[in-house]
């Protein structure tokens, strides 16, 4: 177990379609947040699970986003009926506390055409 | 609530420069700080950290130190080489929270 792992790494989906990205986090990590960065700002928080329960949500996820980690192991993110802001990095990151440092995956770079 | 304020960039140094990030932060409580730096494309990896006031973090020639009485962490690395050249991100999280916070980031180039 090298890191925290993220698929796909680049998606393109048309306006509408759904979109759904996983992550695999630090076994041993039982914390697990996504991030969402846009093009010259810092990653923005989007929700954050202790385990299997998601403890924490942002005003940035809508409706139209979801979240899931089954089993406190791997995470999903799907986004429904996306829209071109939809646009942008979405990074997952594990850690063991909250005061020690975040692990993050390379990202899922997202583009709605 | 929390936040990370980090100087604007982008900045440009010669090789061999002296570097200068600064950030500031504002917390409820006695967060953790870090440095992240993220290179084109990539996510983000932990650059060095400090636990509490007066801390020193440091890895790869950085440093920073924990000032909780400017509320500081400013980033500095004596002699910088073209492969520094990245996006630098200062970030708290808390004992009571759940989640890190970030600033904007400071691109950082550096040139032969």
């Known amino acids: 177990d090298t890191g925290v792992s993220q698929n796909p790494r680049h998606k393109i989906t048309k306006r509408g379609q759904n979109v759904t990205f996983r992550c695999d986090p630090i076994?041993?990590?039982?914390?697990l947040y996504w991030y969402r960065q846009t093009l010259g700002q810092g990653p923005k928080f989007l929700t954050y699970?202790?385990?299997?329960?998601?403890?924490?949500k942002s005003r940035l996820l809508s409706d139209r986003f979801s979240a899931e980690r089954p089993k406190g192991s791997f995470s999903t993110l799907e986004i429904q009926r996306t829209e071109q802001g939809d646009s942008a990095m979405y990074l997952c990151?594990?850690?063991?506390?909250?005061?020690?440092?975040?692990?993050f995956g390379q990202g899922t770079r997202l583009t709605v055409v | 609530g929390d936040s990370v304020t980090q100087m604007e960039g982008p900045v440009t140094l010669s090789e061999e420069a002296f570097l200068t990030i600064n950030c500031t932060y504002t917390?409820?409580?006695?967060?953790?700080l870090f440095w992240y730096v993220q290179y084109p494309g990539e996510g983000l990896q932990l650059l060095l950290k400090a636990t509490k006031a007066d801390d020193k973090g440091s890895n790869k020639g950085f440093e920073a130190t924990y000032r909780k009485e400017t509320t500081s962490f400013h980033l500095e690395k004596g002699s910088v080489q073209v492969s520094d050249s990245a996006v630098y991100f200062c970030a708290l999280s808390e004992l009571s929270g759940n989640q890190f916070y970030f600033g904007t980031g400071t691109s950082l180039t550096v040139i032969p």
């Open positions: 076994s041993e990590h039982n914390r």
């Open positions: 699970f202790q385990n299997e329960a998601q403890l924490e």
């Open positions: 917390a409820t409580g006695y967060p953790s």
């Open positions: 990151a594990s850690s063991t506390r909250v005061d020690t440092e975040a692990f």
